[in-house]
């Protein structure tokens, strides 16, 4: 019983590892690339295509807070009603 569980495994770590195949995008046959965004002169690779942007992932803030603050008043940060309409 303990072979066929390793055999089985083993096979589908196998298959699994094969999935991986790294290889350049191309579109399908029959559709076309990407439309050229309007001020661009060529339309983007796919590489471009999938790296994202720098608002998309942006760089991490790592300013420890060295020091405790009071907080400031908020003038904004009101109870709620006591009937709301």
Do not use: H, W, Y
């Not at 072979?3 to 399908?28: F, N, W």
């Not at 998309?56 to 060295?66: D, F, G, H, I, S």
């Amino acid at each position: 019983m303990k072979t066929r569980t390793l055999a089985g495994l083993s096979l589908i770590a196998l298959a699994l590892a094969g999935c991986g195949g790294r290889q350049p995008l191309k579109p399908v046959t029959g559709q076309n690339v990407a439309a050229v965004p309007v001020g661009a002169a060529t339309a983007p690779t796919s590489t471009e295509l999938m790296t994202p942007s720098i608002q998309a992932r942006p760089q991490r803030n790592v300013e420890l807070l060295t020091q405790s603050r009071q907080r400031a008043d908020d003038p904004f940060d009101l109870p709620p009603e006591k009937r709301p309409q």
